[in-house]
């Protein structure tokens, strides 16, 4: 296991360097560039025709891109291997910083969807399993796939309407993680104040996958009954409820497991739509506003972080799936 570690560790940087390498050079083949949109800003402040070539090539030379961008790649990777993502574009600020104060409000949001997702899904999947082609198999199943189908966006927007903004009801807030005089409570009204925001959002975040993994469970539960040793336990006389949860409920687990180091990038990106709709300063709005306002070293460090994030989790994935699976040999 150790070897295959190291290889598997030692793979991450020329995937990386691949990766960044593409991400990079996409995002120099965007239409629009930062300098322009900085003059055209700095020519509605200043009048009309205000703006010289030497204005420009200073600018230019301010955000580094008077340089190749071979150079620029080169300078951006240098200052990686330092954990230095650069400067922002839009307000001058280290990437650094600005992507550590949305991974943790990003990191709330989706630590609780996750967990209702598995808390929910293994328990609906493996009753859809035990009992096919029953009344109650039909409507799990048909509510499963009418949630899947419901995009979140559109949801997002009916809970607002209906739950928060007084049409009928007004019980949710819709803007924001806190009520505006959160900073006169006390902990647990700040608390319970965070988890009252967290809702309707938590909800659109969670209901699709809730629907997919629950499928995943059903499926993988259904092959795991079919088997032989399955059949020969309830031959020995075992009660079903030892059968399902002592034999069958381990191996059927295991795909659900691995699809859990593959969310691992999803829990840090965060979501654009649903972080964008409730104005929740997370990593989805962070990059949604880094790509309106061509802000290079932002679009950059995000998508960095979260390319050294999906090599991590395939990593996590093939750990746990031959941890589960004695038959899997790391090799």
């Known amino acids: 296991m150790k070897a295959y570690l190291i290889r598997r560790l030692m793979l991450i940087v020329p995937s990386f360097i691949g990766i960044s390498l593409i991400t990079f050079i996409m995002l120099q083949l965007m239409p629009g560039n930062p300098v322009m949109l900085r003059l055209q800003k700095l020519q509605g402040t200043m009048g009309a025709g205000t703006v010289s070539p030497e204005l420009i090539e200073q600018t230019k030379k301010l955000y580094g891109l008077d340089k190749p961008v071979w150079q620029q790649y080169a300078l951006w990777l240098g ?9 922002s574009f839009k307000d001058r600020r280290p990437v650094r910083d600005k992507i550590l104060e949305a991974v943790p409000v990003t990191l709330q949001i989706n630590i609780i969807s ?29 509510v499963l796939f009418l949630l899947y189908s419901l995009p979140s966006f559109w949801v997002a927007m009916l ?19 806190n009520s505006l005089e959160f900073e006169r409570m006390t902990w647990g009204q700040f608390l319970a104040d965070r988890m009252w925001h967290l809702v309707l959002p938590v909800f659109c975040l969670t ?10 469970s059903r499926s993988g539960m259904i092959d795991v009954i079919r ?35 593959t969310l691992l990038p999803a829990l840090i990106g965060g979501s654009v739509i649903i972080e964008n709709i409730f104005s929740i300063p997370g990593m989805g709005r962070l990059s949604f506003e880094a790509v309106l306002s061509r802000d290079y070293p932002t679009v950059m460090g995000i998508l960095t972080f979260s390319a050294f994030l999906t090599l991590l989790g395939l990593i996590l994935s093939d750990i746990l799936y031959a941890l589960t699976d004695p038959r899997i040999k790391f090799e």
């Not at 996750?114 to 035990?130: E, N, R």
């Open 79 to 87: 200052r990686m291997c330092t954990l230095d993502f650069g400067t």
């Open 159 to 177: 809970l607002i309407y209906f739950l928060g903004s007084g049409h009928p009801f007004s019980w949710f807030p819709i803007y924001g993680l």
């Open 227 to 261: 088997q032989d040793y399955i059949r020969t336990a309830r031959a020995y006389g075992f009660s079903e409820k030892i059968v399902i949860f002592k034999y069958a409920m381990r191996n059927s687990l295991i795909p659900i497991i691995t699809l859990l180091a």
């Open 114 to 142: 996750i967990f209702l997702i598995y808390l929910f899904s293994v328990p609906i999947g493996v009753y859809s399993a035990t009992h096919q082609r029953t009344w109650g198999d039909a409507a799990t199943t048909f």
């Open 207 to 216: 209901y699709g996958s809730l629907a997919e993994i629950s499928q995943f």
